[in-house]
C-alpha cells in the first residue's frame, strides 16, 4: 500500500513539472524586458535541452519523449 501511494505521488510531481513545462515553453517573451526575456529563454533552452539530451541517451529506444508544443501536443 506504501509502495503504491509513493508511486502515485511520484506520477503525481512528474505530471506537475510536465505540465510547468509546457507552460514555460509556451511563453511568449518578445514582449518582456530584455532582463526577463533573457531569464525565461533560459528556462526554454533548459527544458529543451532536457529532451535533447533523453533522445541522445536513447540508445535502444527506450525513451520516446519529445518536448511539448504550444497546443499541448508533442513533436
Known sequence: MKLRKEAM???D???RTT???ERIMEMNTSGMSPIRMK???RKQKKIA???DNEDDDDTIGVSNRQP???DGSTM
Do not use: G, S
Request: no cysteine; proline share 6%.
Open 9 to 11: 505521488m511520484l506520477e
Open 13 to 15: 510531481r512528474a505530471m
Open 19 to 21: 505540465e510547468r513545462e
Open 39 to 41: 531569464f525565461w529563454q
Open 49 to 51: 535541452e532536457k529532451y
Open 68 to 70: 511539448p508544443t504550444t
